[in-house]
């Protein structure tokens, strides 16, 4: 019996060592992925929702702010409770980050709240709400009350909304953000339509390339496959640039148009949607061939044949046999390309006009230009929300309808 008891406590020992070696061999793997991949869509997450700045700097405002119930001006005390944060502001740093916070609620706060630091009635004490009014009639606008408050932190939802063209009022309520400010949600139709598009038109032309693959005889098929593998060996930026160069008005492509006789002088085919569509389906083209190649080689010639035996004409047997059998890879390509194509933004940028920017320009443009990290990290959890549930379309539709090829 001890003996038994023995033997099965060796056994658990020799298993836990087993499963502590599996894990110190896929663990720097890992970390890895911990460290490049969901630490950085954490911190984007935390970053669209995180509002930090006007709390830091104006720490009793916001306090008095809190049961302001935002339909007229504050009282006396808030006035009073800004001029001591004001008073008491560490630098003019802090006070410019705050500023700048609010200045993407409403545009010219900065310039109002940089300006309040140096108010000579500061330290008189006395009816301090008057005085800021007739200082600056904006002062007495519920408008910029209501976007201090909004701005208390430590999390905020303003980066989200604007993210989708919403905004809340002084009310609070969700209410659609002005026209001339509201871009957003057709940036991101724009961009679903260009990738729907794109990935479309890389389905039609990808299919037969992959049928003939998937039937092409082996030394054809190392031949064939030269081409489709060539762009992945060349810089995204190259082949980018080597459209521009084709597409200019005195380019390749006008001038052999001319010389045919097709068109009498040059077409602008670079810096418009034109150029968008045609530079991103030859970079995304590759990604649509092999998974569905894939899958392809994998379809028997038997049951083409036994559908053909019995009857069926060609195009019937390939649609009502060929297809479906090839469904998976049309669908795993498809999700494939359309995700890439969201999130694409060298491409649009250099070969599209101002009209063909995607989401991922404007991402770009709040993080380098307007240094508006709160609203590119929204933007970017639009984005990979997105994705999310293009992925779970793409499983309700066929993760549980896989079909077997064996």
């Known amino acids: 019996m001890s003996s038994e008891l023995g033997l099965k406590a060796q056994?658990?020992?020799?298993?836990r060592r087993r499963r502590l070696q599996a894990f110190?061999?896929?663990?720097?793997?890992?970390?890895?992925?911990?460290?490049t991949f969901?630490?950085?869509i954490v911190c984007m997450l935390w970053r669209s929702v995180s509002d930090p700045d006007v709390a830091a700097v104006l720490p009793h405002t916001v306090e008095q702010l809190r049961a302001w119930d935002g339909k007229d001006v504050p009282n006396d005390l808030?006035?009073?409770?800004?001029?001591?944060?004001?008073?008491?502001?560490?630098?003019?740093?802090?006070v410019a980050k705050a500023a700048r916070r609010l200045n993407y609620a409403i545009s010219g706060y900065r310039s109002l709240l940089m300006s309040a630091r140096r108010y000579d009635f500061l330290d008189a004490g006395g009816d301090m709400k008057s005085a800021f009014?007739?200082?600056?009639?904006?002062?007495?606008?519920?408008?910029?009350?209501?976007?201090l408050k909004q701005a208390t932190g430590p999390t905020t939802a303003f980066y989200l909304l604007a993210a989708v063209d919403l905004q809340k009022d002084s009310a609070g309520s969700i209410v659609n953000a002005p026209e001339e400010v509201a871009i957003y949600r057709d940036v991101l139709l724009r961009t679903f339509k260009v990738s729907c598009i794109i990935t479309v038109i890389c389905l039609v032309l990808g299919f037969p390339v992959a049928y003939m693959l998937a039937n092409a005889l082996p030394h054809h098929r190392n031949l064939l496959f030269i081409p489709i593998l060539l762009p992945f060996w060349t810089s995204l930026l190259v082949r980018t640039m080597a459209w521009i160069l084709l597409l200019q008005k005195d380019g390749p492509v006008n001038k052999v148009l001319q010389a045919l006789g097709i068109i009498d002088h040059p077409l602008s085919l670079i810096f418009n949607s034109f150029a968008v569509y045609v530079a991103m389906i030859h970079v995304l083209l590759p990604y649509m061939i092999l998974p569905l190649y894939s899958v392809m080689q994998q379809i028997k010639p038997s049951y083409m044949n036994a559908a053909l035996s019995l009857g069926a004409r060609p195009s019937v047997a390939f649609i009502r046999i060929y297809m479906p059998l090839a469904l998976p890879g049309m669908a795993a390509g498809s999700l494939l390309v359309l995700i890439l194509a969201l999130g694409y933004y060298i491409t649009p940028t250099l070969v599209g006009g101002a009209a063909d920017q995607m989401l991922s320009?404007?991402?770009a443009l709040n993080t380098q230009e307007t240094s508006n990290w709160g609203l590119a990290a929204a933007l970017g959890v639009v984005l990979l929300g997105s994705?999310?549930?293009?992925?779970w379309i793409y499983r309700r539709l066929?993760?549980?309808?896989q079909i077997s090829l064996g």
């Open 133 to 147: 009014i007739q200082h600056d009639p904006r002062w007495g606008e519920t408008g910029y009350w209501a976007a």
């Open 24 to 35: 110190a061999l896929v663990a720097p793997l890992l970390a890895f992925l911990l460290f």
């Open 78 to 94: 808030a006035f009073k409770a800004l001029a001591e944060d004001l008073k008491q502001a560490p630098d003019g740093a802090s």
């Open 398 to 401: 066929l993760g549980g309808n």
């Open 38 to 40: 969901a630490a950085p």
């Open 387 to 391: 994705t999310l549930v293009l992925y």
């Open 361 to 363: 320009y404007f991402i």
């Open 11 to 15: 056994l658990r020992r020799a298993g």
